[in-house]
């Protein structure tokens, strides 16, 4: 075997190519909230029961990022941001994405159900199958609302942790979902105005293009006054207390105010300051979430010594 | 001379290799993990003597009381 020869298989993955297949650094968040869904729910599941549920969360997780770039590949090609990923590079056969895909998606749900329940199991199959086809597939390249309907593939991990550990869907999980869900569209159009993208040359409708940044801006601001209510009335259920009403009415004031900022600016004075508005939404979008979802998770531990919800504080039952 | 060429190619198969040994390996302590934590929780083996090849003693103290009973 010459160089030459050799030379012409350098293409050839490594173990951190199939890593980079399933997205580890949106995982980071799909680990943090499922965590909290597991921690915060009344009932107690094995600490080792808990770490393989939430391995199989994030393993599903993964898949579906692995699926989401096997259907991509041909517009991952075309875009600076993600023209290094594994498939557009040469390093992995579109087939192994999708048989890597497939094969763990099988086995976290069937492992998430040996580990925990059905219904945990169910619900992961649905986010992978809702995140994989109806919004890559199907949705990704038709609605300039794709990032709406993509977050509700990222709201369910909370849901499955909840569901993990009591085998049931509640206000609770579900008012967890639809914190996330009304989070997403915020902090990612937070991001589209400052980050200059060629969406546009891979033909992907995203709002800043097909509506326009001045449109983004009022979508930007609904929703950021429309979590409001979500997020305050997560805080009056079982799981939530005064503490979490606190971190969640100062969180939302921080937040909207950030996001009004960005609703009364135009271009000219975004680009006079380099989005400095724009990029100080975005920033707070992450605290928002972290911290919302600390604060479920420190009511919990503060059950522990009876100082938890509204019932450790002399309020009500 | 040593007759040893070592390319990237070898060491990315290697990582590949190595990486799949972890995952393996991993697998197997969940399984064994999940078995050890499923299995402690019943407390009482006879609640999951079903699923071994031991003599069943529910079903043989079964068995002895419905031959008593046939008994005249």
């Known amino acids: 075997m010459t160089h030459a020869s050799l030379d012409t298989e350098v293409r050839e993955a490594g173990f951190g190519d199939y890593v980079e297949l399933l997205k580890p650094r949106v995982m980071s968040l799909v680990v943090f909230t499922a965590l909290a869904g597991l921690l915060v729910a009344p009932a107690n599941l094995h600490p080792f029961e808990m770490l393989v549920a939430i391995l199989c969360i994030a393993v599903g997780a993964g898949a579906s990022g692995a699926l989401n770039m096997w259907w991509d590949a041909d517009i991952d090609v075309l875009m600076k941001r993600t023209r290094n990923r594994p498939i557009p590079a040469g390093r992995i056969e579109p087939g192994e994405a999708l048989a890597l895909g497939v094969a763990l998606s099988g086995f976290a749900v069937v492992m998430l159900w040996l580990d925990t329940n059905l219904l945990a199991a169910g619900l992961l199959a649905l986010t992978i199958f809702y995140y994989a086809v109806i919004y890559t597939i199907w949705l990704k390249r038709v609605t300039p609302q794709n990032i709406v309907i993509g977050g509700v593939a990222g709201s369910f991990p909370p849901m499955i942790g909840w569901a993990a550990a009591t085998g049931t869907v509640s206000i609770e999980s579900i008012l967890m979902f639809a914190v996330i869900f009304m989070w997403t569209p915020a902090h990612f159009w937070a991001l589209a105005l400052f980050v200059k993208s060629d969406y546009g040359d891979a033909k992907v409708p995203m709002l800043t293009e097909t509506h326009g940044r001045r449109s983004t801006r009022n979508h930007i601001l609904a929703y950021a006054v429309l979590q409001v209510p979500v997020a305050v009335a997560l805080g009056f259920t079982s799981i939530g207390g005064p503490l979490y009403m606190a971190v969640a009415v100062a969180v939302n004031l921080w937040f909207l105010a950030a996001c009004i900022r960005v609703w009364r600016r135009d271009e000219a004075q975004a680009e006079a300051d380099r989005y400095a508005a724009e990029k100080r939404a975005f920033v707070i979008s992450l605290y928002y979430l972290f911290l919302h979802f600390s604060a479920l998770i420190a009511e919990r531990v503060l059950g522990i010594w009876g100082w938890g919800g509204w019932s450790g504080w002399g309020f009500g039952g | ?72």
């Open chain 2, 1 to 72: 001379m040593a007759i040893y060429v070592e390319h990237e190619l070898h060491a990315r198969r290697r990582s590949r290799n190595l990486g799949m040994l972890a995952v393996l390996l991993a697998f197997v302590a969940i399984v064994f993990g999940m078995t050890i934590v499923k299995l402690a929780r019943t407390g009482d083996p006879s609640a999951f003597e079903g699923f071994d090849h031991d003599i069943r003693y529910g079903l043989a103290a079964e068995a002895e009381r419905a031959a008593g009973e046939d008994t005249p």
